[in-house]
């Protein structure tokens, strides 16, 4: 079984992200999900953002990183969307990584060295036709093509954060696949 750092959206960690983090317990894997914003949780995406500029966005990365340290190595990094950016930057960087999970969001592999740490395994997932996740696709591609280790799943639709339950954005067809592929992932490393 596989220990996971799971790193909430920028709407906070809400219940779905809480059950999403559950479904993966539930399965046996360790899966610590950190709140960034003290308990806040916001209706939408601006209200999040709105939130995290005034708390410092790289105050709450580094509060972010700093929720990996005396876990040790193994872990597997997952985040959505705002949560991508810890997640992809302690896969990338930290040693012993078994893995990532990048949903809604992908950064360009340049942000945190010169190529994808090889043998650590990743998935990014996200919308075909999401507004948000439209501008990170191409950095999705190039990391998806630069590793045998790295999966780029597309799903049809327009939603952003469609794996939470508790938003309504929620895509319970495409939550379903993407969680499937997860615990397939989660299962493999």
Known sequence: ???????????????????????????GHTVHAPDL???HTFDSI???????????????REQGAAAADGLGPGLVYAGFSFGVT????LAQT????????????CLPISEFGAAWPEGV???????????FFDEDLPAARELAGSTVDAELFLYPGDQHLFADSS?????????????????????SV
């Open 46 to 60: 601006e209200e999040g953002f709105g939130y995290a500029r005034e708390a410092g966005l790289d105050a709450i």
């Open 167 to 187: 938003l309504d954005a929620y895509d319970p067809e495409a939550a379903a696949l993407l969680m499937e592929r997860v615990h397939t992932f989660l299962a």
């Open 86 to 89: 810890i997640a992809q930057r």
């Open 37 to 39: 914003f003290d308990g």
């Open 121 to 131: 395994p990743v998935q990014i997932h996200g919308k075909a036709d999401d507004e």
């Open 1 to 27: 079984m596989a220990e996971v750092l799971l790193y909430h959206h920028i709407q906070g960690l809400t219940d779905g992200v809480r059950a999403f983090a559950d479904d993966l317990r539930r399965a």
């Open 94 to 105: 930290r040693p012993g990584a078994r893995g990532a999970l990048l949903v809604y969001s």
